[in-house]
T-cell receptor, first 112, second 111 residues
Framework: QKEVEQNSGPLSVPEGAIASLNCTYS??????FFWYRQYSGKSPELIMS????GDKEDGRFTAQLNKASQYVSLLIRDSQPSDSATYLC????????????FGRGTSLIVHP | NAGVTQTPKFRILKIGQSMTLQCTQD?????MYWYRQDPGMGLKLIYY???????DKGEVPNGYNVSRSTTEDFPLRLELAAPSQTSVYFC??????????FGSGTQLSVL
């Protein structure tokens, strides 16, 4: 089992819809979770970080964490064509150093 | 504030050649990383460092070497380049358990 798993997609949603991106992880004691957005040919940039169970909202973005079920999700409300990108889930492994491990990313396409 | 500076942006190597990818950060981050990204894949960790003088292997270290003589610099050395090392390389840094700051990436082709 991969440490961090994401559906590679592509996930296609119409403009204005809610996009739901999911990520599961295998290390039960992972502490920190991050969503990065990566446009084609560019570096990843942070969208959201979440450390505690529950929801965290920032503008059109909501991160949801469920440590018992070992999943973290990202909801994008009112999706825009400019949201079209690859979304990478990263989990900081426990064990002292908290080194980030990435999933393979989910490609999101928002069509007008 | 430059953040993470990574050079070169593009490079073509012949099989068996060697090169060093440079990475410098000016944020006084203790943690630095080298990742590679193959098409359609996420980031795979090559090496990381938790401070000057301390380095450790990641998921895919074979064919690479690193050093960390200062807090700011974390160069990645490729010895005897192979086609399997064709990839996009990202350097990143952070404070303990915080978000990553990425360099602009290096697109490397080994022919």
């Amino acid at each position: 089992q991969k440490e961090v798993e994401q559906n590679s997609g592509p996930l296609s949603v119409p403009e204005g819809a809610i996009a739901s991106l999911n990520c599961t992880y295998s290390d039960r004691v992972s502490q920190s979770f991050f969503w990065y957005r990566q446009y084609s040919g560019k570096s990843p940039e942070l969208i959201m970080s979440i450390y505690s169970n529950g929801d965290k909202e920032d503008g059109r973005f909501t991160a949801q964490l469920n440590k018992a079920s070992q999943y973290v999700s990202l909801l994008i409300r009112d999706s825009q064509p400019s949201d079209s990108a690859t979304y990478l889930c990263a989990v900081n492994r426990s064990g002292g150093s908290y080194i980030p491990t990435f999933g393979r990313g989910t490609s999101l396409i928002v069509h007008p | 504030n430059a953040g993470v500076t990574q050079t070169p942006k593009f490079r073509i190597l012949k099989i068996g050649q060697s090169m060093t990818l440079q990475c410098t950060q000016d944020m006084n981050h203790n943690y630095m990383y080298w990742y590679r990204q193959d098409p359609g894949m996420g980031l795979k960790l090559i090496y990381y460092s938790v401070g000057a003088g301390i380095t450790d292997k990641g998921e895919v270290p074979n064919g690479y070497n690193v050093s960390r003589s200062t807090t700011e610099d974390f160069p990645l050395r490729l010895e005897l380049a192979a086609p399997s090392q064709t990839s996009v390389y990202f350097c990143a840094s952070n404070l303990f358990n915080e978000k990553l700051f990425f360099g602009s990436g290096t697109q490397l082709s080994v022919l």
